[in-house]
Nanobody, 122 residues
Framework: QVQVVESGGGLVQPGGSLRLSCVASGSTSSINAMGWYRQAPGKQRELVAVITSPGRTNYADSVKGRFTISRDNAKNTVYLLMNSLKPEDTAVYYC????????????????WGQGTQVTVSS
């Protein structure tokens, strides 16, 4: 089992920056990838950014060039640095970890944090 806990959300003005952190604990050696999703009111949860164990990254088009995902393996922590924030970035941001593949279920284990609110407003 893996547990993930986010922190770093808050209120920021348009154009500002925030850095989110996600600390993983438990069976962290089983983690293959970690990422960030977000869900705005009335909208579906969407992928923001993901980083794999080898360090490959992928971003949603809406955040490319503004957000950076990084990983500190020694601390079992993933960061999301968000620059040039816009009101449309307002959402609850969730940390997600992908664990081991389970052949019996034909799917990977996955784990979610409780979320952290990011509000971009003047």
């Amino acid at each position: 089992q893996v547990q993930v806990v986010e922190s770093g959300g808050g209120l920021v003005q348009p154009g500002g920056s925030l850095r989110l952190s996600c600390v993983a604990s438990g069976s962290t050696s089983s983690i293959n990838a970690m990422g960030w999703y977000r869900q705005a009111p009335g909208k579906q949860r969407e992928l923001v950014a993901v980083i794999t164990s080898p360090g490959r990254t992928n971003y949603a088009d809406s955040v490319k060039g503004r957000f950076t995902i990084s990983r500190d393996n020694a601390k079992n922590t993933v960061y999301l640095l968000m620059n040039s924030l816009k009101p449309e970035d307002t959402a609850v941001y969730y940390c997600h970890a992908v664990g081991s593949f389970r052949p019996s279920r034909q799917k990977f284990d996955d784990y979610w944090g409780q979320g952290t609110q990011v509000t971009v407003s003047s």
